[in-house]
């Protein structure tokens, strides 16, 4: 696996983090963009916004999409505001995979399911549930001591060989290990592989849920793009990935949650534990192919409908604006963050953003420095419009502000093409 140093708090590679060809291809270009989760408690904190390039590019060898700029996950990740159980509808997610993991894996009273990148506990306390003895793992300091807190013990660092070493030591084997919207974010995925070879028991599942690329192309989901996000998988990729570190896919699923995720089942190549599906695993690989991502001009083609979603965002903002209507947002997510700047949009665009995650109220948006406020304001001052920059849970947050829309409110959803809907 490759690795740099971080210099300037980042560091470039010029090869593929799967493969190691040196045929990329830049596809997508956002430009200088601030860190998508780097929240300011005021504009003079604001002043120090570092914004880097952020741009994918495409493995002709492989078809992964990645970004080959690598921004120090320390700066990111060790103080994180993003919060999992915020969302009752990924609560509800973890809870089903938690239920259906013990009815496929057996599992009992002894086995230790694992969960790196635990964020505040929300996955391991429906995996608690179940009976079974759980732990975190998850670099983020203020994080870990809310899943703690809520009896979920996590160790707060990031994941490794190391840390690996000193689970498998403290804790034993692991019979399941979740890699819960982590995976993408990894830089060093052999390292981080190696760990997850070191704690994982004989007959151990590791399981992978991450964005899918198929919807990131099909749905123009580009505000998914940013610096936390290294790596933008197919399964092809992923099944070269395995096949390197001694491991194998053996089952793999599509999900709708957030905007659309790949579950993926590995475990250690020619265990036998479970039967490998292959009939499905060939299934979604042809269909990868059959949707031309594993063609480089697939890809070409794609800054178009990024550019065309950006203008017709600024258009209707400036029609709704030039019409003296009132337009707020809800859901300060990372992507929220991307479009936002990508768009140019400030707080004389949208006036503020609505978020139900404490630790984000009161601060500022990263980049335009919008600030960021409870749902309570939505009852004092009505909007006319309400931006969902968090439009994977578009259902719950129309659930949320029936009340709004009771008043003639509208909402504006950006992706995957822009539309106004009461
Ligand atoms: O991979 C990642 C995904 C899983 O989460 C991380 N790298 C960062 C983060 O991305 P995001 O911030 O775009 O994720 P969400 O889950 O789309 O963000 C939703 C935002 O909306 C959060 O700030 C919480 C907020 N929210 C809310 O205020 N009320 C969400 C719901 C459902 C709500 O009811
Ligand atoms: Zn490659």
Known sequence: MIRREFVDGYYELDRCRVCESAGLIKFLDLGQMPLANSYVSSVDAAKECVRYPLAINYCKNCSMSQLSLVVDPSIMFKKYFYRSSISRTFVKHCAELAKNSLQRFNFSASDLVVDIASNDGACLREFQRTGVNVLGVDPAENLAKMAIESGVHTI?????EETAKEVRNEY????????????AHVGDLGSFLKGIDILLQDDGIFLIECPYMVNFIKNTEFDTAYHEHLSYFLLKPIMVLMRKHELEVFDAGLLDIHGGTIRIYVQRKGNGSNQIRHDVIEKLL?????MGLCDVNTYLKYSDKVHKIRDTM??????????????????????????SNYCGFGRDDIEYIV???????GLLAPGHHIPIVSSKVLEECHPDYLILLAWNFSKELMEKTAGFRGRGGKYIIPIPEVKIVS
């Open 355 to 361: 978020d139900d995650t404490p630790e984000k109220q």
């Open 314 to 339: 600024i258009n209707t903002i400036q029609e709704l604006k030039a019409k003296g209507k009132v337009i707020a947002a809800y859901g300060a997510s990372a992507k929220g963050n991307i479009l």
């Open 156 to 160: 707060a660092k990031f994941w490794n």
């Open 286 to 290: 042809d269909a990868e192919n059959d």
């Open 172 to 183: 034993g084997g692991a019979k399941m290990i979740t890699a819960m919207n982590v995976f």
